[in-house]
Antibody, heavy 123, light 107 residues
Framework: QVQLQQSGPGLVKPSQTLSLTCAIS??????????WNWIRQSPSRGLEWLGR?????????NYAVSVNSRIFINPDTSKNQFSLQLTSVTPEDTAVYYC?????????????WGQGSLVTVSS | DIQMTQSPSSVSASVGDRVTITCRAS??????LAWYQQKPGKAPKALIY???NLQSGVPSRFSGSESGTDFTLTISSLQPEDFATYYC?????????FGPGTKVDIK
């Protein structure tokens, strides 16, 4: 059974960097058939996909245009986890952040999710 | 980006009712449509993938169908644990996008 466990601070000051980690159990961050994603949810923006990383002989990354210049997703094979960094945050980045596994091929959906992390951007 | 719309935005129903939720994509997404259920304070839970395939462990009262760019989630007989918000999501092209949600509450 795949489990995703999120960790990170719940309060970030404006202009600083939001950092979250998603620890994976029951699968590998280097798995060839899935991707590892970050999604956020806020009342104003709903569910918003932010980006993903996946391994297919090398690492690939895709990011949403809305955050493309500020986002970094980093896999850590030694700890079997992946992380999200969102720089230069503003109050509009306040949201619940989720990590999620995406199963591709004949499935194409987010089949496992982390528990969610409420991140508030405030001074 | 592909826009996803859902109707209705909310529905009040009773236990045992048949509930239908519709999702429309702004362009062709083939059959790459998933449905999720979310309860307050919890992460979304996958119900249906590829428009009509039931995720493992999901009760058979949930079903999905498609007609062109219109997709439907049906709950055949609403149970107390089904009161939640439901979202559709397209996986045909980046960025993956979600619908705004349909809240199913108690009548």
């Amino acid at each position: 059974q795949v489990q995703l466990q999120q960790s990170g601070p719940g309060l970030v000051k404006p202009s600083q960097t939001l950092s979250l980690t998603c620890a994976i159990s029951g699968d590998s961050v280097s798995s060839n058939s899935v991707s590892w994603n970050w999604i956020r949810q806020s009342p104003s923006r709903g569910l918003e996909w932010l980006g993903r990383t996946y391994y297919r002989s090398k690492w690939y990354y895709n990011y949403a245009v809305s955050v493309n210049s500020r986002i970094f997703i980093n896999p850590d094979t030694s700890k079997n986890q992946f992380s999200l960094q969102l720089t230069s945050v503003t109050p509009e980045d306040t949201a619940v952040y989720y990590c999620a596994r995406f199963s591709g091929s004949n499935y194409q959906f987010f089949d496992y999710w982390g528990q969610g992390s409420l991140v508030t951007v405030s001074s | 980006d592909i826009q996803m719309t859902q109707s209705p935005s909310s529905v009040s129903a009773s236990v045992g009712d048949r509930v239908t939720i519709t999702c429309r994509a702004s362009q062709d997404i083939s059959s790459w449509l998933a449905w999720y259920q979310q309860k307050p304070g919890k992460a979304p839970k996958a119900l249906i993938y590829a428009a009509s395939n039931l995720q493992s462990g999901v009760p058979s009262r949930f079903s999905g169908s498609e007609s062109g760019t219109d997709f439907t989630l049906t709950i055949s007989s609403l149970q107390p644990e089904d009161f939640a918000t439901y979202y559709c999501q397209q996986a045909n092209s980046f960025p993956f996008t979600f619908g705004p949600g349909t809240k199913v509450d108690i009548k």
